[in-house]
């Protein structure tokens, strides 16, 4: 099974509003990364977060960890019609292969103008 | 500006054909990777390569391989395409800091067709 599951899988708000998804996992992570990818485009970078940190923000964007909980929130502030795209989370263990960056199946958020 | 950059962004081949997927990036990252998209799926890790002549298989390796000759650039070969590998595929380029992934960058996706 996939280790970051995001929620909701659909979220639909109107222009101005904070948009909130949420990321779950199952192991310990060295670090927890979001995406935003535009329809049928590549993924971009958003934020990156690491297991010693609780919050991180990067414009209207605020980041959230809770290893205790295993989670991770991000939000949108004043949310704009170009905000609307799929958002993953992507889950970095703190051992095993590296080659375990594991994506999440994404929360496609739809703001409406 | 940093760059992956994907040889095409729409393809359509016919089964049994032998399929090339370029991928260049100009951040001289050692490490890049091939992603496919299914709805519903998310992304799932098909090849990785950590150095030049170096690879290492993903969570779905089968019916692909993969050659890194130069730094810069990752193939994906689908030997004898099949209807079940239409989908989109992604490339990335990534660095390492202390055994961890850092952000990926992707490419734009190659969205492939196989008839």
């Known amino acids: 099974s996939q280790q970051g599951e995001e929620d909701p899988q659909a979220l639909s708000i109107q222009e101005g509003e904070n948009a909130t998804m949420n990321c779950s996992y199952k192991t310990s992570i060295n670090n927890l990364q979001w995406y935003r990818q535009n329809s049928g485009r590549g993924l971009v970078h958003l934020i990156l977060?690491?297991?010693?940190?609780r919050e991180k923000h990067s414009g209207r964007l605020r980041v959230t960890l809770d290893t205790s909980k295993k989670s991770s929130s991000l939000l949108i502030t004043a949310s704009r019609a170009a905000d609307t795209a799929s958002y993953f989370c992507?889950?970095?263990?703190?051992?095993?292969?590296?080659?375990?960056?594991?994506f999440g199946s994404g929360t496609q958020l739809t703001v409406l103008p | 500006d940093v760059k992956v950059t994907q040889s095409s962004r729409y393809l359509v081949k016919r089964t049994g054909e032998k399929v090339f997927l370029e991928c260049v990036q100009d951040m001289d990252h050692e490490n890049m990777f091939w992603y496919r998209q299914d709805p519903g799926l998310g992304l799932r890790l098909i090849y990785f390569s950590y150095d030049v002549k170096m690879k290492e298989k993903g969570d779905i390796p089968e019916g692909y391989s993969v050659s890194r000759e130069k730094k810069e650039r990752f193939s994906l070969i689908l030997e004898s395409a099949s209807t079940n590998q239409t989908s989109m595929y992604l490339c990335?380029?990534?660095?390492?800091?202390?055994?961890?992934?850092?952000?990926?960058?992707f490419g734009p996706g190659t969205r492939l067709t196989v008839l």
């Open positions: 977060i690491r297991s010693n940190e």
């Open positions: 990335a380029s990534s660095t390492l800091s202390g055994g961890a992934w850092n952000e990926q960058f």
């Open positions: 992507a889950t970095v263990p703190f051992s095993g292969s590296a080659r375990q960056l594991t």
